[in-house]
């Protein structure tokens, strides 16, 4: 079993920074796809960012160069560090996890909530 405990999720104002953490644990192998996703109130959740083990990033389009994810594989750990925040990346931010081929098992965190104000 997979467990993903986030951490780093407040309130700050616009133009802030934040940093989030993601420490996964359980039985974790390589390759995999670690990452962040996002989910305001009414709307979809949505791709933030994700970084393979092999160490190739993917952004969504509205957080590229303000955003950057980092991982430390030796402890299975994600980060996302946000920059320049806006009102619209308030949401509740889920870590993700991917591993594994046939089957393809997917792990999600329970959410940090993050929350701009103007």
């Known amino acids: 079993q997979v467990q993903l405990v986030e951490s780093g999720g407040g309130l700050v104002q616009a133009g802030g920074s934040l940093r989030l953490s993601c420490a996964a644990s359980?039985?974790?192998?390589?390759?995999?796809?670690m990452g962040w996703y996002r989910q305001a109130p009414g709307k979809k959740r949505e791709l933030v960012a994700i970084e393979t083990s092999g160490g190739n990033t993917n952004y969504g389009d509205s957080v590229k160069g303000r955003f950057t994810i980092a991982r430390d594989n030796a402890k299975n750990t994600v980060y996302l560090q946000m920059n320049s925040l806006k009102l619209e990346d308030t949401g509740v931010y889920y870590c993700?996890?991917?591993?594994?081929?046939?089957?393809?098992?997917?792990?999600w965190g329970q959410g940090t909530q993050v929350t701009v104000s103007s």
């Open positions: 359980g039985s974790i192998f390589s390759p995999n796809v």
């Open positions: 993700n996890l991917v591993q594994g081929s046939v089957p393809v098992r997917e792990y």
